[in-house]
């Protein structure tokens, strides 16, 4: 449900109480009325679009080593569940089109964060977008990157697709670079983001999404700022936070 104005979005699916970036996590940010759904995307040995968040398959999965070094069949073996709780054992690594094919049944919108800040993904800007395109989530979908090449690769081949530009702590010249660059989405972590930048971004048209807020503090304030989207790993309880502000 939409709280005076202010859109929740599951960060990593609900990742304070589900395995992160698994159908349960997307499923349980569903359930409980999130708007949006936020998730990491990485390329498989053979080129398929994987969801998981880190480049290695170690901490979450059961598997060991580099996504890009396994193919899809092998990355559909791993547990992606039973590290973060035995209750999800059997939960697996889904791929881009698993939760494309979920989401045309619901209304979830999904913020696509593209892991290529650490590794290079030939290709996986186009691949992505073929993939909305064949599903037809043009309009359900943000495009996101630490890596701001990406997103301009995206700019290029589909401009039509919203996009957003990711920030850890802001440079001194952010306010230049949102101003050059003329993207939508605004992502700083939450702590960058003061009045003054919020409003510096607002300005210049930026829908302002920070991320990760979890505890209450954190929650009222950026509500309180005036954000667009608030990301947590705990929408339920943002979501509760909201209802009663
Ligand atoms: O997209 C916001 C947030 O997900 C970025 O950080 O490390 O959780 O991917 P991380
Ligand atoms: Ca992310």
Known sequence: MILQNILIFAHRGSKGTHPENTMAAFQKAAEIGAEGIEFDVHLSSDGELVIIHDETLDRTTTLTGYVKDHSAQKLKTADAGSKFSNEFLGERIPFLVDVFDWAKGNAL?????????????EG???KIIDSIRQYGMEN?????????????KVKMLAPDLERA???EGL???????????????????????????????KKLGYKIRPWVA?????????AELGVDVIMTDFPERAIKILKAW
Do not use: C, W
Not at 111 to 116: P, Y
Not at 174 to 193: A, Q, V
């Open 214 to 222: 979890n505890d209450e503090t954190d929650i009222v304030r950026l």
């Open 171 to 201: 440079p001194e010249n952010f306010e230049e670079i949102l101003r050059d660059k003329k993207e939508s989405g605004f992502h700083p972590d939450k702590n960058s983001l003061t009045p003054a930048v919020k409003e510096k971004a």
């Open 109 to 121: 919108l999904m913020n696509v964060e593209i892991k290529t800040d650490k590794l290079a993904y």
């Open 124 to 126: 996986i800007e186009q």
């Open 140 to 152: 359900r979908v943000i495009l996101s990157s630490f890596n701001h090449q990406s997103i301009e």
């Open 165 to 167: 530009l990711l920030f």
